[in-house]
């Protein structure tokens, strides 16, 4: 029996993610054209899946195995790591079939090791994997399996939140993400067919979030009446309050979720979307409304604008720990020196945007980063090195949305998402990714 195209799919995702790609990406990109629903469906399962559990794949492959993952061979540790996860986690599919799968294609690029894949898969214990970690030694190890994330990553999140807090956010990662809309015309003319089925927003009263279809599938989204975006990603967006009377630069614009979001909010502004990336920048290009002016530069340099901006953005890049149940690779390329590294970086696209800052202007800063790096630690150097900027509670702009009957009626508490005068949310506590926000004034 061939192997099946959603086993091949998910192999070459894999291998691809290994290389730097991201899963995301690749399982919507020209790769999986041609597929049925279900092949995508199982193939997205199985590449997420496995991404998700690595640390736990991992380990029950090296106890099969008698060595080390990283002394298995890249082909066989990558289809070692699809038939496990469908041994253990997928009730559905045959193990025959699982094993049979793995080891056809460990043939299909080397042929040697089809008979140790094959071996390995016939030994891989199918015991809960507390049962496996009760006689662990080493206890990071046995935290890392069991969650899954770098031992290095639920240490740090346990030192800054707390080790529950550590653990709940975790859990979060392991799971699949909400996935929430936005219409950018009126909900009725939007026509969605009726499997897809929708719940209000948890943050927003604009946003929804689809618990059931797939929104991508449908003519809807196709013709851009429906954006998908996480709703916290929303949420800073509206934190900026634009107007149309407001000149407005969104400074790392692309993929462009919030540019559109601020060109929807102040249809009469100008938005400026600035993007370093030229390829990038061409998407941007493609995909945004014509009231978006979309210029290629590097925003840690001077900004080659004669005129300042009343409301700026800076959704800067961040280590995006946020973001891992969506991003599950991330885990496991990000180092512990990235959030400082990063952190430089924020900081330099800060010192050359505020430059662009109009007196009584406002810059709303934002990552979907959860490391305080990246968050408290810039800003306080961002006005330490600048008297005449102050931070706006991020509350007291919440609470000027919730008066604009703009958040959503059930809303979590405030509490739960601000931090002293910052927007904190922590992944999974309000059904969307991990962000931090900071409102900054410059006086008049
Ligand atoms: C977090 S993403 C922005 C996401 C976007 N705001 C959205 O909601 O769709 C950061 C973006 O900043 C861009 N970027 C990175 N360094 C930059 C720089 N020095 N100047 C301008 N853009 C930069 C990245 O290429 C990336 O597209």
Same mark, same amino acid.
């Given at each position: 029996m061939p192997v099946s195209p959603a086993r091949h799919l998910a192999f070459d995702v894999l291998t691809a993610v290994d290389e730097g790609g991201y899963a995301a990406d690749l399982l919507h990109s020209t790769w999986a054209r041609g597929l049925a629903l279900p092949d995508r469906r199982l193939a997205t399962e199985i590449v997420m899946g496995v991404l998700r559990f690595r640390a736990q794949l991992d380990y029950v492959i090296a106890r099969a195995a008698r060595r080390a993952v990283g002394r298995i061979d890249s082909v066989a540790l990558a289809a070692l790591r699809i038939g496990v996860y469908q041994l253990r986690f997928l009730s559905r599919v045959p193990a025959s079939a699982a094993v049979h799968e793995s080891v056809e294609m460990t043939k299909e690029?080397? $042929?040697?090791l089809a008979g140790f894949v094959n071996a390995v898969l016939r030994h891989?214990?199918?015991?809960p994997i507390a049962a496996l970690l009760a006689a662990e030694p080493d206890l990071k190890k046995r935290r890392e399996v069991e969650f899954s994330h770098p031992a290095w990553l639920l240490e740090r999140w346990g030192r800054n939140f707390g080790p529950e807090m550590a653990a709940r956010i975790a859990e979060f990662d392991n799971d699949v993400p909400p996935v929430a809309i936005r219409f950018t015309t009126d909900a009725a003319d939007a026509a969605l067919p009726e499997e897809i089925v929708m719940a209000p927003g948890r943050l927003l009263r604009s946003a929804l979030r689809v618990t059931s279809g797939d929104i991508t599938k449908t003519e809807a989204y196709r013709a851009g009446r429906v954006w998908v975006q996480d709703e916290a990603s929303q949420l800073v967006a509206h934190l900026l309050e634009p107007s149309s009377r407001h000149r407005i630069l969104d400074a790392c614009a692309a993929p462009g979720g919030k540019t559109a979001l601020l060109a929807a909010l102040a249809p009469e502004a100008g938005v400026v979307a600035v993007e370093v990336h030229p390829q990038r920048a061409r998407l941007l290009r493609r995909r945004m409304p014509a009231t978006v002016h979309v210029v290629g530069a590097d925003a840690t340099r001077p900004l080659p604008f004669r005129r300042g901006f009343d409301r700026i953005l800076v959704d800067a890049p961040c280590t995006g720990t946020g973001t891992l149940a969506r991003n599950p690779e991330i885990r496991w390329r990000l180092t512990p020196s990235d959030p400082v590294r990063l952190a430089a970086l924020q900081m330099a696209i800060l010192k050359a945007t505020v430059q662009a800052l109009e007196p009584g202007g406002r810059l709303v800063y934002s990552v979907c980063s959860i490391e305080p790096e990246e968050g408290p630690g810039v800003i306080a150097a961002l006005l330490a090195a600048n008297s005449q900027l102050g931070i706006v509670p991020a509350g007291r702009v919440l609470d000027a949305l919730e008066a604009a009957g703009?958040?959503?009626?059930?809303? $979590? $508490?405030l509490t739960a998402i601000t931090a002293g005068p910052y927007l904190r949310i922590p992944p999974? !506590? !309000?059904?969307t990714d991990g962000f931090f926000a900071a409102v900054i004034e410059r006086g008049r």
């Amino acid at each position: 029996m061939p192997v099946s195209p959603a086993r091949h799919l998910a192999f070459d995702v894999l291998t691809a993610v290994d290389e730097g790609g991201y899963a995301a990406d690749l399982l919507h990109s020209t790769w999986a054209r041609g597929l049925a629903l279900p092949d995508r469906r199982l193939a997205t399962e199985i590449v997420m899946g496995v991404l998700r559990f690595r640390a736990q794949l991992d380990y029950v492959i090296a106890r099969a195995a008698r060595r080390a993952v990283g002394r298995i061979d890249s082909v066989a540790l990558a289809a070692l790591r699809i038939g496990v996860y469908q041994l253990r986690f997928l009730s559905r599919v045959p193990a025959s079939a699982a094993v049979h799968e793995s080891v056809e294609m460990t043939k299909e690029h080397a $042929p040697k090791l089809a008979g140790f894949v094959n071996a390995v898969l016939r030994h891989v214990s199918r015991d809960p994997i507390a049962a496996l970690l009760a006689a662990e030694p080493d206890l990071k190890k046995r935290r890392e399996v069991e969650f899954s994330h770098p031992a290095w990553l639920l240490e740090r999140w346990g030192r800054n939140f707390g080790p529950e807090m550590a653990a709940r956010i975790a859990e979060f990662d392991n799971d699949v993400p909400p996935v929430a809309i936005r219409f950018t015309t009126d909900a009725a003319d939007a026509a969605l067919p009726e499997e897809i089925v929708m719940a209000p927003g948890r943050l927003l009263r604009s946003a929804l979030r689809v618990t059931s279809g797939d929104i991508t599938k449908t003519e809807a989204y196709r013709a851009g009446r429906v954006w998908v975006q996480d709703e916290a990603s929303q949420l800073v967006a509206h934190l900026l309050e634009p107007s149309s009377r407001h000149r407005i630069l969104d400074a790392c614009a692309a993929p462009g979720g919030k540019t559109a979001l601020l060109a929807a909010l102040a249809p009469e502004a100008g938005v400026v979307a600035v993007e370093v990336h030229p390829q990038r920048a061409r998407l941007l290009r493609r995909r945004m409304p014509a009231t978006v002016h979309v210029v290629g530069a590097d925003a840690t340099r001077p900004l080659p604008f004669r005129r300042g901006f009343d409301r700026i953005l800076v959704d800067a890049p961040c280590t995006g720990t946020g973001t891992l149940a969506r991003n599950p690779e991330i885990r496991w390329r990000l180092t512990p020196s990235d959030p400082v590294r990063l952190a430089a970086l924020q900081m330099a696209i800060l010192k050359a945007t505020v430059q662009a800052l109009e007196p009584g202007g406002r810059l709303v800063y934002s990552v979907c980063s959860i490391e305080p790096e990246e968050g408290p630690g810039v800003i306080a150097a961002l006005l330490a090195a600048n008297s005449q900027l102050g931070i706006v509670p991020a509350g007291r702009v919440l609470d000027a949305l919730e008066a604009a009957g703009q958040l959503a009626e059930d809303h $979590p $508490p405030l509490t739960a998402i601000t931090a002293g005068p910052y927007l904190r949310i922590p992944p999974g !506590a !309000a059904a969307t990714d991990g962000f931090f926000a900071a409102v900054i004034e410059r006086g008049r």
